[in-house]
């Protein structure tokens, strides 16, 4: 069974690193697992998601209070419309559903962040919730059909 992780942020920007490093030691609970660790999602990273069984997507939140981990299913939007640089999860899988004929399964779980300025450190909050924000990534990852 073959799951994409991508662990969406920027490391430099503090909380913004949390989907990076929720999916460091990720690929030790799930097997197959194939990081892919981006800024942001490009239309390039779309052909990897053409033999996966299931696709998270792991990022950084604003909403809610520091340390929040959200997490939910993802569906495919829109279709082969035009092209931004960056696109958003759902789009993503739309852009992938347009190339290959299907899109995967997919989630999202996400952390907020506290602290989004410059800087490498995470805020302790993040940093305390990245256990169980890497369990519920797993449990997803493992949820999906193989």
Same mark, same amino acid.
């Given at each position: 069974m ?5 662990a969406l942020?920027?490391?430099?920007? /503090?909380d913004?690193? %949390?989907g ?5 030691? #990720? *690929? +030790?609970? &799930?097997? !197959? ?9 490009l239309?390039?990273y /779309?052909?990897a998601? %053409?033999?996966a069984?299931?696709v998270?997507? #792991? *990022? +950084?939140? &604003?909403? !809610?209070?520091?340390g ?12 082969a419309g035009?092209?931004?640089?960056a ?8 852009l992938?559903r ?5 899109a995967?399964?997919?989630?999202l779980v996400t952390v ?6 410059f ?5 302790p ?10 369990e519920?990534?797993?449990?997803l990852?493992?949820?999906f059909p193989?």
């Open positions: 073959t799951v994409v992780a991508f942020g920027n490391t430099l920007r /503090a913004d690193g %949390a990076i490093a929720l999916a460091r030691g #990720l *690929d +030790a609970l &799930v097997p !197959g697992l194939v990081v892919v660790e981006a800024e942001q999602l239309p390039e /779309a052909d998601l %053409a033999g069984h299931g998270l997507f #792991l *990022d +950084a939140s &604003v909403a !809610g209070p520091p929040e981990i959200r997490s939910g299913p993802l569906a495919p939007v829109g279709g035009t092209l931004l640089h696109l958003t999860p759902g789009e993503f899988l739309g992938a347009s190339l290959h004929g299907r995967p399964p997919a989630a907020t962040g506290r602290d989004f300025a800087g490498e450190a995470l805020s909050e993040v940093t305390a919730a990245l256990p169980a924000a890497r519920r990534a797993r449990d990852a493992l949820a193989s």
